[in-house]
């Protein structure tokens, strides 16, 4: 029996040693040591012993159990750790590679106008009032004292959805709106960003879709000369502070007197670049305010032209064609 049991303390540890994976090692301890084992299986014959026999065999069998559990659990660490380092052998990670680029966005250069125009008036007393896109006639003509047969009112100059309702093709139309919600109280201090729509053709000085910025102030006492000076530290805030203006009388049906203002560029001369005026009486009788009592101003300039002035940009179809060679000169790193 003792003979037995050597022969397989031999043969374990041959297999124990030379086992490669944990799996292996798993079975090979439930084949000898479990209860089902090996081991006990011989163990069990130990009943045909004879009394002096039994303790040297239990002996020598509780040495080969510990002999071969010990030899079981180095191996199993010595796995592991051969594992562990396999695995960091192929997961590491080489911080000398050079990193992907990420692309970040850039702000569209008439968004870019439109938040700067808003600081800028925003800085100087003014709130931002919006309005819907499709308007009725009423507020886009109407309130605004367009005569029956102005140009404007054609079909073929406006997107009309029906004879009483089209696109807005200007942002005044939401200062009426505006007005007549405050109930004649002062001041009324807006601007107006928007989208506005226009039966042209696509050109590069024209589209039929473009946004504007109309501003409107009224109270007691509103003179030309605060036009005048509203519209100078917007336009020296906007094109830098040396920048030179000029007014020249203009006839808009909403303002008397109505004036369009230069600004001087040294390369290109005076550029038209905003529309004002003292608002209409009739205009703001419309709205709910007696001409008697208030007077007020209002500009209204595009966006687009702002920005084209800006950044030196020849065509209007630049800023919806969203080629990514024009939007990425907009990044800012
Ligand atoms: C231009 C000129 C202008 C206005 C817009 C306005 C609105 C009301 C009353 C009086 Cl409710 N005026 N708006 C006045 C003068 C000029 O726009 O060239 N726009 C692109």
């Known amino acids: ?64 159990r510990n002999r071969l559990e010990s030899l079981i659990s180095s191996k199993t660490e010595e796995l592991e750790e051969e594992k562990l380092e396999k695995q960091l052998r192929e997961q590491t990670v080489d911080v000398t590679l050079p990193g992907l680029p990420l692309t970040v966005g850039a702000i569209h250069p008439l968004q ?14 003014f709130e931002v009032a919006e309005g819907p896109e499709v308007e009725t006639d009423k507020y886009n003509f109407e309130m605004l004292n367009f005569l029956k ?3 404007a009112r054609d ?18 139309s939401v200062q009426p709106r505006t007005m007549l919600a405050k109930e004649g109280e002062v001041p009324v201090r ?13 050109d590069a000085t024209h589209s039929h879709q473009f946004m504007q910025i109309e501003g409107l102030v009224v109270d007691r006492g509103v003179s030309m000369s605060e036009l005048k000076g509203v519209l100078l530290t917007f336009i020296q805030k906007m094109f830098g502070k040396e920048t030179e203006i000029r007014l020249r009388p203009s006839f808009f049906p909403f303002t008397e007197p109505s004036v369009e203002i230069d600004i001087y560029d040294p390369q290109k001369g005076w550029l038209e670049i905003l529309g004002a005026g003292m608002v209409h009486p009739r205009v703001l009788e419309k709205s709910g305010y007696n001409p008697e009592h208030y007077t007020g101003f209002a500009f209204g300039t595009g966006i687009e032209r702002i920005a084209m002035l800006k950044y030196g940009i020849d065509d209007i179809r630049h800023f919806y064609n969203n080629d990514l060679r024009f939007l990425r000169q907009f990044q800012s790193e």
């Not at 079909?155 to 005044?172: A, C, G, K, V, W």
Request: hydrophobic share 35%.
């Open 1 to 64: 029996m003792q003979k037995r049991l050597n022969e397989l303390k031999i043969i374990a540890e041959t297999k124990i040693k030379s086992a490669h994976d944990l799996n292996t090692l798993k079975e090979l301890k439930v084949k000898f040591l479990g209860k089902k084992g090996e081991l006990t299986s011989v163990l069990r014959g130990m009943g045909g012993l004879s009394p002096e026999e039994r303790p040297q065999v239990g002996a020598l069998a509780n040495e080969i």
């Open 112 to 125: 870019a106008i439109w938040e700067q125009m808003e600081d800028i008036f925003i800085g100087m007393g």
């Open 149 to 151: 047969e102005h140009p």
């Open 155 to 172: 079909m073929q100059d406006s997107f009309y959805i029906n004879p009483e309702i089209l696109l807005r093709t200007h942002t005044s």
């Open 190 to 202: 807006i601007i107006c960003p928007g989208k506005v729509y226009r039966r042209d053709s696509d």
